[in-house]
């Protein structure tokens, strides 16, 4: 019996930083990654809207692929969105938090940066994680939406000026105290990772949830998965305007995307399983 996809759904692109690791662990599994790119960004949104939006796309997925498992790819929305979700789907929802603990547990310095967004830096939810998991810690929290649009920007083949990313993670280092490890608490990121770190000013260990969301994934699925066969096809959603996913397209073709169309052109597209 072949194995159902999973949904990854996302405010924008970043959650493709998840997909790539899910992909890695578990590469015969087919996903079904949407972007709401309609509703991009998330993080100036409303509370309410955030959880409409979520999850009126979830529903649609979930009615139309029949998927096994689906993962909020968004920060923003998994802190927000998650608890509504697991009560209105039948599937298992994993969400994505910052990775405040694995970061406390590889400091040795005991200072932590956390780089995200800024709701989620300011957001109650985070505080708690902080407190939990790193109460032994100095953590210097930094909050930017200009490194979403940035990360956007790069997927996309724009090049990005080095300054403007110096300048957003300038405040991390402003201390006597200097983080030995960074969380990267967007899902966006993870992708400019490689640039972020071209420009620190010492040496840091970025730690992002993409391997743990992968292993729950894997976990949650085990019994099935070991037992997968047959075709493997990821597709890629998208919300609004075409012109949004223009100049994704060699990004994406390049991640093994086969189907690339609109959340609203799914006529032509079966459900798998």
């Known amino acids: 019996m072949q194995q159902k996809p999973i949904v990854i759904f996302d405010s924008g692109v970043g959650g493709l930083s998840i997909y790539q690791k899910v992909r890695e662990k578990l590469p015969s599994l087919s996903v079904i990654y949407c972007s709401d790119s309609e509703g991009f960004p998330y993080g100036p949104k409303s509370e309410n809207d955030v959880v409409d939006r979520t999850l009126h796309c979830l529903l649609r997925l979930v ?81 930017s ?16 000026n080095p300054d403007d990313l110096k300048k957003i993670i300038e405040p991390l280092f402003n201390g006597t ?4 490890c960074i969380v990267l608490g967007c899902t966006h990121f993870p992708l400019v990772q490689e640039l972020l770190d071209s420009v620190v000013p010492a040496p840091v260990t970025w730690i992002d949830s993409g391997e743990a969301i992968a292993r729950r994934v894997a976990s949650l699925l085990e019994v099935h998965y ?13 919300t609004g305007s075409d012109k949004s996913v223009t100049s994704l397209l060699p ?11 609109c959340l609203d052109c799914l006529i032509g597209i079966t459900p798998s399983g």
């Open 63 to 143: 009615n139309n692929f029949q998927p096994s498992l689906a993962i909020i790819a968004c920060n923003t929305a998994s802190t927000i969105a998650l608890p509504r979700a697991r009560q209105l789907l039948e599937i298992p929802v994993v969400g994505v938090v910052p990775a405040i603990k694995p970061a406390s547990q590889s400091s040795k310095k005991r200072c932590i940066g956390l780089l995200a967004t800024p709701g989620t830096v300011e957001r109650e939810y985070t505080s708690q994680l902080i407190h939990e998991f790193a109460g032994d810690c100095e953590v210097i929290r930094v909050g």
């Open 145 to 160: 939406s200009e490194l979403v649009h940035l990360a956007e920007q790069h997927l996309r083949g724009e090049k990005i």
């Open 177 to 180: 105290n200097w983080p030995d």
């Open 226 to 238: 070991s037992h997968h066969e047959g075709p493997v096809e990821h597709c890629f959603l998208y």
């Open 251 to 261: 990004a994406l073709e390049a991640m093994n995307f086969s189907e690339i169309t």
